[in-house]
C-alpha cells in the first residue's frame, strides 16, 4: 500500500475493492446509520488496526453501529485484542448500552485489570451500581487486583446501607494496596461515605488527607450539603476560601443549593455573581441550583428568568420550577408550565406529576383536579403509590372526598402513605365515622400506622366533636411506639377547647412532655374566643405574641374575643399593638369556579363585570333568610357600631357573594364549590345552611380549617367547626 495513503477518517466507510486481488486505493465515504460495510482484505495491509477501530469506535452513535465494528473485529480475529475490547466497552456503556458491553466482556477469555475497570465504569456511569460491586467482587474471585483507576469507580456504586460495607471493604484495600496517597481515590472515599450517610467517616478521611485539592473541598461539602447540615458544608466552604482556592462549578453547585437550604437569598446572589464571572451561566447543574434556590427563597420570577434562558432544559430544571411555582403558592403557574412541558413532548416524571397535582390540591378546583386525574388514568404512573396518595390528598382537598376513596379502592398496592392520605381526607372533611373504620380496615391489612395517620384521626374526631374517641385515640399513640408531636398535642387541646373543656385543655398543656408552641396556643386561643374565656385567652395570647409576635391572626383572635364581651377597650389596645408592629389584618376573600375560571370576592366588592347583577341578586336572596328566619349574630363583630352597620358588614361577607354569583351562573340543582381564605362566621354559616335548603342546592365551602358540605339546611360539620 502507497506510503502516502491517508488514514480512514471516523466513521468513514471504505469504497468497493476495485481490484479482487490487490488492494490499489482506498476512497472514503461519509458514514451512513445503516452502512459500515468494511471489507476483510484491507487487514492484508500494516495498517493500524487499533488506532483504525478506535477512530470508528469514537464516532458511534448508536447501537446498529456497535454491531457492524464488533462482527468486524471478530472477523479479524481482534476479539481478544485488550486495547480494542476495552475501547469498545468504553463506548458502549457511553451509549447506553451496557448489556451489550456486557456480552462482549464475557467472551474475553481472560481479563484483565483495565477491562475489568471498563466494565465496572461503565455499571457506575449507567447508574447500576449492584452490578457494578457484583462485578468488583467476582473481579477478585478470579485474582486480578483493583488498580487506583478501579477503586474509585467502586466507590461510585456504594450508596445506602447494604453498599456501606462495601464502602468499608475498599476502605481497607486502599490502605492494603497503597493508595491512601492518592488524593482521586481518597476523595472517593469521601463521596461514597457521604452516599451512606456516614458523614463521620467522610469527615475522618477528609482531615486524614494531606494534599487537599479542589476535589477534596468539594467531597466535604458535597457530603454536608447533601445530609442536611447546609451550615456547616458553608462553614467549610468558607474555610476552603481562606486557603486561597478557587471553586469550581461542582463546588458551587453543592454551595448554592446549601444557601437555598437555608434561604439566604442574599448570600446566593453572591455566589450567582460568582457564576457570572466565571463564564459558566450555561451548565445545566448550577442553572438547576439557582432555580431551585430562587425558587425556595420566594424569588419565583427570578427563578422563572432563569428557565426561560435555558435553550435546552431537562426534566430536573422542568421539575424544579414546577415545584417552585407550586411550593410558592402560583399554583396556576404550576399547571400552565405542566400543560407546556407535555406540549412540547418531554416526558414528565413521578416528581413532576406529584408537583402538579400538589398544585392542584392548593388551587382547590375540582376542574383542573379531574383533568390531573384524567392524564393520570392514562399515563404509566396509574399504579404509581407515591402518585395515587397525592391524587388522594388532592381530591380531598378539591371538596370530593368521594374522588379520593375512589383512587384509594383502585390502588393496588396501598402503603402506609396510602392509608393515611385517605384518613386524613376523611379528617379534613369532618367525617370521623369513615375515618376511624379505616383505620380499624389498615390495621386488620397488617399496615401499622405512623404519627402522620393519628393527625387524619385526631383532625378527624377534633372536626366531629369526639371528645372521647379523640382522647382514645391520643393515648393509644404509646401502643405503638410513636411519640406525639406538636401538631398532635394541637388536635388534642383544639378539640378538649371546641368541645368546652376549656379546664381540662388548660391541664393538659401544663402537663404536656414538651413546651407548648404556637399551634397549642393558637388552639387555646380559638377555645377561649369560642366559649369568650377572656382571662385564658389573653394567656394564650401572651404566649403567642412572644413565640410568634408578627402573626397577625393571633391579634385579631384576641380582638374578636374582646368584641365578644364588648370591651372595645381591648380592641383598640389590640389595634394600637398592630399598628405599632405594622400588621394588617388579612383581607377575607373567597372564590368560586364557575366554567373552569375562577372568580375572586372579596367583602363589598364591586369590582366584578356583573356586581350589579350580583347585589341585586343578593338582596333578593338576603330578603327571603330573613322571611326563613335568618337572625344576624352581631355580638362578635370588630367596631362599636350600630346593629344596622353590623348587619350589613355580615351580609357582604365574600363567602355570600360568591355564592350568590354561583346560584345566577350554574344550572339549579348543581353543587357550588367555594374557597374562602378565612375562618367562615357564625352568620355565614348559619345563613349558608339556609341558602341550601331554599335554592335546593348542594354547597361545598373550604374555609381556612376544613370543609363545609352545606345540604337541605344542615351541614356536615353538624355546627361544630
Not at 464475557?106 to 466494565?119: C, Q, S
Not at 402503603?415 to 381526607?425: A, E, F, P, Q
Not at 404556637?518 to 394564650?540: D, F, K, N, P, T
Amino acid at each position: 500500500m502507497s506510503r502516502n495513503l491517508a488514514l480512514p477518517k471516523p466513521l468513514s466507510i471504505f469504497s468497493r475493492i476495485t481490484s479482487s486481488t490487490k488492494i490499489q486505493t482506498l476512497t472514503l465515504q461519509p458514514l451512513k446509520d445503516d452502512d459500515l460495510n468494511i471489507h476483510n482484505n484491507i487487514f492484508n495491509t500494516t495498517f493500524n488496526h487499533e488506532h483504525f477501530y478506535t477512530s470508528l469506535l469514537d464516532r458511534s452513535t448508536c447501537r446498529r453501529h456497535l454491531n457492524q465494528i464488533h462482527s468486524q473485529i471478530t472477523l479479524t480475529g481482534f476479539q481478544f485484542n485488550g486495547f480494542i475490547i476495552t475501547k469498545f466497552i468504553h463506548v458502549a456503556s457511553n451509549l447506553g448500552e451496557i448489556l451489550y458491553a456486557r456480552q462482549v466482556f464475557d467472551e474475553f477469555p481472560e481479563p484483565y485489570v483495565f477491562l475489568w475497570n471498563a466494565i465496572i465504569r461503565g455499571y457506575s456511569k449507567q447508574n447500576k451500581f449492584s452490578e457494578g460491586i457484583a462485578m468488583y467482587n467476582r473481579m477478585q474471585n478470579t485474582g486480578v487486583g483493583p488498580d487506583c483507576f478501579t477503586l474509585p469507580h467502586v466507590l461510585k456504586a456504594c450508596g445506602g446501607a447494604a453498599a456501606f460495607e462495601v464502602g468499608r471493604a475498599v476502605h481497607g484495600q486502599i490502605f492494603r494496596r497503597g493508595f491512601e496517597g492518592d488524593g482521586f481515590v481518597q476523595n472517593g472515599l469521601v463521596a461514597a461515605y457521604a452516599k451512606c450517610g456516614r458523614i463521620d467517616n467522610a469527615r475522618s478521611v477528609f482531615d486524614g488527607l494531606g494534599d487537599r485539592t479542589v476535589v477534596s473541598w468539594t467531597s466535604i461539602i458535597s457530603a454536608y450539603a447533601q445530609n442536611g447540615e447546609p451550615i456547616e458544608a458553608l462553614r467549610i466552604f468558607k474555610k476552603m476560601r481562606s486557603c486561597g482556592l478557587q471553586p469550581d462549578w461542582i463546588t458551587l453547585v453543592s454551595v448554592i443549593s446549601a444557601y437555598a437550604d437555608v434561604e439566604d437569598v442574599g448570600q446566593g446572589k453572591s455566589s450567582h455573581s460568582c457564576v457570572i464571572k466565571m463564564g459558566l451561566e450555561s451548565e445545566p447543574d448550577l442553572r438547576i441550583a439557582l432555580i431551585t434556590l430562587y425558587a425556595k427563597c420566594g424569588n419565583v420570577m427570578i427563578a422563572k428568568s432563569l428557565f426561560d434562558e435555558t435553550e435546552t432544559c431537562n426534566v430536573i430544571m422542568w421539575n424544579t420550577m414546577i415545584s417552585g411555582f407550586a411550593k410558592n403558592g402560583c399554583c396556576n403557574e404550576a399547571i400552565i408550565l405542566f400543560e407546556q412541558m407535555l406540549l412540547r413532548n418531554l416526558k414528565p416524571d413521578s416528581v413532576t406529576v406529584c408537583s402538579t397535582i400538589l398544585a392542584c390540591a392548593q388551587l382547590g378546583s375540582l376542574e383542573e383536579a379531574r383533568k390531573m386525574g384524567d392524564y393520570i388514568d392514562k399515563s404509566e404512573y396509574k399504579h404509581d403509590v407515591f402518585v395515587n396518595s397525592a391524587l388522594i390528598d388532592m381530591y380531598a382537598k378539591c371538596g370530593s372526598v368521594e374522588l379520593a376513596r375512589k383512587v384509594f379502592d383502585q390502588t393496588k398496592t396501598k402503603d402506609i402513605v396510602v392509608w393515611s392520605s385517605m384518613i386524613v381526607g376523611y379528617g379534613l372533611h369532618g367525617k370521623a365515622r369513615e375515618a376511624i373504620n379505616l383505620f380499624d380496615s389498615m390495621k386488620q391489612a397488617g399496615v401499622g400506622p405512623n404519627d402522620v395517620t393519628f393527625i387524619g384521626l385526631l383532625t378527624a374526631c377534633n372536626h366531629a366533636g369526639l371528645v372521647e374517641d379523640g382522647w382514645r385515640i391520643f393515648n393509644s399513640m404509646k401502643d405503638y411506639n410513636i411519640e406525639p408531636r406538636h401538631q398532635h398535642y394541637a388536635c388534642v387541646v383544639d378539640l378538649l377547647g371546641r368541645a368546652g373543656c376549656l379546664d381540662r385543655a388548660y391541664d393538659f398543656i401544663k402537663k404536656m412532655p414538651i413546651d407548648p408552641g404556637v399551634s397549642v396556643w393558637g388552639a387555646l386561643l380559638s377555645a377561649s374566643r369560642i366559649y369568650r374565656h377572656v382571662a385564658l385567652g389573653e394567656y394564650s395570647a401572651q404566649h403567642l405574641f412572644l413565640l410568634d409576635p408578627y402573626n397577625t391572626g393571633h391579634y385579631v383572635q384576641l380582638s374578636n374575643l374582646y368584641a365578644s364581651v364588648r370591651m372595645w377597650s381591648g380592641v383598640a389596645r389590640v389595634r394600637v399593638l398592630m399598628k405599632e408592629k405594622g400588621l394588617a389584618k388579612d383581607m377575607g376573600c373567597s372564590m368560586i369556579e364557575i366554567n373552569g375560571k375562577l372568580h375572586v370576592f372579596r367583602m363589598g366588592d364591586m369590582s366584578h363585570p356583573r356586581s350589579d347583577e350580583i347585589f341585586k341578586e343578593h338582596k333578593r336572596l338576603d330578603t327571603r333568610l330573613k322571611e326563613a328566619g335568618l337572625v344576624a349574630d352581631t355580638e362578635s363583630a370588630l367596631h362599636d357600631l350600630s346593629y344596622e352597620d353590623k348587619e350589613e358588614s355580615i351580609c357582604n361577607h365574600s363567602e355570600r357573594l360568591a355564592i350568590v354569583y354561583g346560584l345566577m351562573s350554574t344550572p339549579a340543582g348543581s353543587i357550588l364549590r367555594v374557597t374562602k381564605n378565612l375562618r367562615a362566621c357564625v352568620n355565614c354559616h348559619a345563613a349558608i345552611k339556609l341558602i341550601s335548603r331554599i335554592e335546593n342546592r348542594e354547597i361545598v365551602v373550604r374555609d381556612a380549617n376544613r370543609f363545609h358540605h352545606f345540604k337541605n339546611g344542615e351541614c356536615s360539620c353538624g355546627d361544630y367547626w
